[in-house]
């Protein structure tokens, strides 16, 4: 599981094998027990959620919208190769 930014207590990554044929560009997030999914277009989507509260997926919508480029570098890195 690749991470690509760790921020406010945040993990972000992606799973080695993001499926066949492999999906479209998203991140996951966790902290503590929760975790969600987004995907990662023109902005950002949210795809999945498990335990986090409204506040906190805003939250981490901006953290997202602010490292957009980054994560896509990071995915494109490792699934484009």
Known sequence: MPTVLNENGYRFFFFSNE?????PCHIHVRKHGSLAKF???KGCA????????????NEISTIIDNHTDEIKEAWNGFFCK
């Not at 499926?19 to 999906?23: D, S």
């Not at 949210?46 to 997926?57: D, P, V, W």
Request: glycine content about 10%; hydrophobic content about 45%; cysteine-free.
């Open 46 to 57: 949210l795809a999945e959620n498990i335990g986090f509260t409204a506040k906190e997926l």
């Open 19 to 23: 499926g066949n044929p492999l999906e």
């Open 39 to 41: 995907w990662i277009d």
